[in-house]
């Protein structure tokens, strides 16, 4: 598939069957412990001032992070996943906008935007994720911080000349991460959700990115590395870590 068709295939959560199914009790990311580990870092680094969460979804950690005494405005370009976001009880703790968070702007006081479980990589272009951001921070007072929790690319894990890696195989969801297009960074990853003689099927595309390309992004709309851990829990990051959540803060 030549490069720029992957950028034709949308994004899954603007289906209203996705944003239904999305919340999954029995996804550890749901879990009491998971939440509340970003919850707690969030909060801190929030400081007492405003935080936005781009690409909010359906409010896994901006409600939590409201009850946590944070001031939230959630940005998704998703009305499917914002409309199960306003169907939960405390959803009137946080104020939402649609919008794009490569350019939709909310204020420009924020001490914390912040952007978690890999959805830079829902946009597909170099340039896209450049100006996701810039517009952080464009929200960003001077001396607040952006937050992204990424995966790292799996590349080095695929034997010579295989473009597939399985991912999750268990028995309610098989998950296949296909890399088709190095040169583009592109990723597809084919998840098979089973219900009992029911399967659900998507294969979203990501533009996957290192940490260090992050930090070249950041560089460019003025924003410094401040602190990488492996994950919420501030463990430090090593040669195996599969994932980062990475603190860059605007001068
Ligand atoms: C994996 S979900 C994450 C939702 C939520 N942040 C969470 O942690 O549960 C990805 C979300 O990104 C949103 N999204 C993807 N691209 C976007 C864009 N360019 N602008 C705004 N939202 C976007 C999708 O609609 C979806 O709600």
């Known amino acids: 598939m030549p490069a720029s068709n992957y ?27 998971a939440v509340g580990a970003a919850v707690s870092l969030l909060s801190d680094l929030a400081n007492g001032g405003p935080a936005v969460e781009f690409a909010v979804g359906t409010g896994r950690l901006a409600l939590p992070l409201a009850e946590a005494g944070v001031r939230v405005h959630g940005i998704d370009f998703s009305e499917a996943m914002l409309a199960e976001l306003q169907k939960k009880e405390n959803a009137q703790s946080i104020s939402v906008t649609v919008g794009d968070m490569t350019e939709t702007q909310v204020c420009d006081d924020a001490t914390l935007v912040y952007l978690v479980y890999n959805t830079i990589m829902n946009l597909r272009t170099q340039h896209q994720q450049v100006a996701c951001f810039r517009n952080a921070a464009a929200h960003l007072a001077p ?5 992204i929790e990424n995966m790292i690319p799996q590349l080095h894990r695929l034997a010579p000349g295989e473009t597939i890696l399985p991912f999750d195989v268990s028995p309610h969801h098989l998950g296949f991460e296909e890399h088709p297009d190095p040169v583009n960074q592109i990723s597809i990853s084919h998840h098979v959700h089973i219900d009992g003689d029911r399967v659900r099927t998507t294969a979203p595309a990501f533009r996957y990115v290192w940490p260090s390309e992050l930090d070249l992004m950041a560089q460019l709309a003025g924003m410094t590395l401040e602190a990488r851990w492996a994950d919420w829990l501030r463990t430090p990051m090593t040669g195996g870590s599969q994932s980062h959540v990475s603190v860059w803060r605007k001068a």
């Open 7 to 33: 950028l034709d295939i949308p994004d899954p959560h603007l289906d209203p069957v996705v944003a239904a199914n999305y919340d999954d009790p029995a996804d550890e990311r749901f879990s009491a412990s």
């Open 143 to 147: 001396g607040g911080c952006f937050v």
